[in-house]
Structure formats: C-alpha cells, structure tokens
C-alpha cells in the first residue's frame, strides 16, 4: 500500500470521515460532514514549523496549541492556523 494512501486512511479514521480514493479526478481527499479534508504527507516538514509547534505547546497550558502561518505581502485573513491532530481531535473532534 502507498504511503499517502494510507495517510488519508489514518486521517479519515481519526477524523470520523471516509477516504475518497484517487480515480483521476480533483476532489478532496476525506469525505467528512462538516470538514474538507486534504492530506498531504511530506518525509519531513519544515523545521520552523516543528519548532513553533513544540513551542505553542510548551507554553498552551490549558490552552489550544496553534501555529499561525503568514506569508509577507499578504493579508493576515489569509493566515494558515496549524493545529496537532490530537489537539483537534480533543477540542473540535466529538
């Protein structure tokens, strides 16, 4: 089995939704109720965004961890808001 496949797998398990499968088409890759789902898996992830993470989470407390994302040049609505999976699933994931 391809390792991005069973990515989406894990991903549609953990989030309650179903994996749509690759048939050549551009649709998204876990069918959820209320989420679009699209999982990209990378051999590493950049190290800026590991280290803001262990740090939000070194500092959450009780708070929600997050890691927000701003490309310069573009508006801060546009932001991308990076949360751990188990953290999502704890807060938002019933």
């Known amino acids: 089995m391809s390792s991005w496949k069973h990515a989406e797998r894990m991903v ?4 309650g939704g179903t994996r749509t499968g690759c048939n050549g088409e551009s649709r998204i890759d876990v069918e959820h ?3 679009a789902i699209e999982v990209k898996q990378r ?3 950049p190290t800026y965004l590991r280290e803001g993470m262990d ?3 070194r500092e959450a407390g009780d708070r929600l961890p997050v890691v ?3 490309q310069k040049g573009t508006e801060y ?3 991308y808001v990076c949360i751990r999976m188990r953290d999502f699933r704890e807060w938002y994931v019933k």
């Open 33 to 35: 109720n209320h989420l």
């Open 77 to 79: 609505q546009e932001c």
């Open 68 to 70: 927000v994302l701003h």
């Open 55 to 57: 740090q939000a989470v």
């Open 12 to 15: 549609a398990k953990l989030l």
């Open 43 to 45: 051999k590493a992830l």
